[in-house]
């Protein structure tokens, strides 16, 4: 029993407690797990060791006994990104450090410009650019940079990276960023690009010539005369026709008659109606993503459309109830 308080006793200190090694480190953040514990034994021997520092044996393969998502997928595939010829300690403290993720050095976030400079060139020069697109600090928010993924070393799934922050409402210079993710919980009917596309389907990451960081033209405002190269963000998915056929038998069951009720908003009027005047672009509480109000500028009013059996009627600021019959 005596021997045995012993070994417990032993193991109950650690290289820290016993005034052996100063932890210089302290105040420092990110602290690695093991060291914030005072866990030594996880990653050096007791007394003797193959390896400097008295390190366990296994090289890398130390730090991925339990970083074990870093090296291999599920089906064993190798999954590493570049930086697979670096030892992991080249760019990582092994203890605590003051920069994110125990990175050795601040000029370390700036690794992926090395390979990426001339992407990272062009779309800082783009008027349009993500908030959180800064290669020097927020590249690890979206990418991994050891394995690979099924799209460019993305985080997860593409539209769950986007949700860790469209969560909540966002306040840009542009105007209020609606909370995506508590739309998407709530309301019934969503735009099928987010189901089959994600959010990359219509926004680029990064930056953009378009306003909302969308991938292609689209109308900037809510009222401009017809172009189809404004509209091949939607041309992307829907029939042109849609809009640009006069029959809109086959095309649309907005109609009158043969007539296509969607030409007549966007193209006819002498101020053409963008899409979203009318319609959400995300999700909705409305069939056919219709908005509940339409809004000039401070002002809301109701979009009062009502479903009929062979067609229907829409009453708005626009104009009174209007009802159409397919």
């Given at each position: 029993?005596?021997?045995?308080?012993?070994?417990?006793?032993?193991?109950?200190?650690?290289?820290?407690?016993?005034?052996?090694?100063?932890?210089?480190?302290?105040?420092?953040?990110?602290?690695?797990?093991?060291?914030?514990?005072?866990?030594?034994?996880?990653?050096?021997?007791?007394?003797?060791?193959?390896?400097?520092?008295?390190?366990?044996?296994?090289?890398?393969?130390?730090?991925?006994?339990?970083?074990?998502?870093?090296?291999?997928?599920?089906?064993?595939?190798?999954?590493?990104?570049?930086?697979?010829?670096?030892?992991?300690?080249?760019?990582?403290?092994?203890?605590?450090?003051?920069?994110?993720?125990?990175?050795?050095?601040?000029?370390?976030?700036?690794?992926?410009?090395?390979?990426?400079?001339d992407?990272?060139?062009?779309?800082?020069?783009?008027?349009?650019r993500?908030?959180?697109?800064?290669?020097?600090?927020?590249?690890g928010?979206?990418?991994?940079?050891?394995?690979?993924?099924?799209?460019?070393?993305?985080?997860?799934?593409?539209?769950?990276?986007?949700?860790t922050?469209?969560d909540?409402?966002?306040?840009?210079?542009?105007?209020?960023?609606?909370?995506?993710?508590?739309?998407?919980?709530?309301?019934?009917?969503?735009?099928?690009?987010?189901?089959?596309?994600?959010?990359?389907?219509?926004?680029?990451?990064?930056?953009?010539?378009?306003?909302?960081?969308?991938?292609?033209?689209?109308?900037?405002?809510?009222?401009?005369?017809?172009?189809?190269?404004?509209?091949?963000?939607?041309?992307?998915?829907?029939?042109?026709?849609?809009?640009?056929?006069a029959?809109?038998?086959?095309?649309?069951?907005?109609?009158?008659?043969?007539?296509?009720?969607?030409?007549?908003?966007?193209?006819?009027?002498?101020?053409?109606?963008?899409?979203?005047?009318?319609?959400?672009?995300?999700?909705?509480?409305?069939?056919?993503?219709?908005?509940?109000?339409?809004?000039?500028?401070?002002?809301?009013?109701?979009?009062?459309?009502?479903?009929?059996?062979?067609?229907?009627?829409?009453?708005?600021?626009?104009?009174?109830?209007?009802?159409?019959?397919?």
């Amino acid at each position: 029993s005596r021997a045995a308080a012993a070994v417990d006793t032993h193991y109950a200190k650690n290289c820290v407690s016993e005034g052996c090694h100063v932890v210089a480190e302290a105040g420092k953040i990110p602290m690695h797990v093991p060291y914030l514990e005072g866990n030594c034994r996880a990653c050096h021997e007791d007394h003797a060791s193959t390896q400097p520092m008295l390190l366990r044996p296994g090289g890398d393969g130390l730090c991925l006994s339990c970083h074990t998502k870093l090296e291999r997928a599920p089906g064993g595939q190798s999954l590493r990104h570049a930086t697979e010829n670096r030892p992991c300690l080249d760019c990582h403290a092994p203890h605590a450090s003051r920069v994110r993720d125990r990175l050795r050095h601040d000029d370390q976030l700036l690794i992926c410009a090395k390979c990426h400079a001339d992407f990272l060139r062009t779309a800082g020069k783009l008027p349009y650019r993500h908030r959180y697109f800064d290669p020097q600090s927020a590249c690890g928010e979206c990418h991994y940079a050891h394995q690979r993924s099924d799209q460019n070393y993305l985080r997860e799934n593409v539209a769950e990276s986007c949700l860790t922050c469209h969560d909540l409402p966002i306040v840009t210079s542009r105007g209020r960023l609606p909370d995506v993710a508590a739309q998407l919980r709530t309301m019934p009917y969503r735009h099928g690009a987010i189901d089959k596309g994600s959010c990359p389907a219509c926004h680029t990451p990064h930056g953009s010539t378009q306003p909302a960081l969308l991938v292609a033209g689209y109308p900037a405002g809510g009222y401009a005369p017809y172009n189809h190269a404004d509209y091949a963000l939607c041309w992307r998915c829907h029939d042109a026709r849609l809009v640009e056929q006069a029959d809109g038998t086959g095309v649309t069951g907005f109609r009158d008659g043969a007539k296509n009720l969607h030409r007549v908003h966007v193209m006819e009027l002498k101020r053409g109606r963008a899409c979203h005047l009318c319609h959400e672009a995300h999700v909705s509480t409305q069939p056919h993503l219709l908005r509940q109000e339409i809004a000039f500028q401070s002002w809301r009013a109701p979009l009062g459309w009502k479903p009929a059996a062979s067609g229907g009627s829409c009453a708005s600021p626009c104009h009174r109830e209007h009802p159409y019959r397919r």
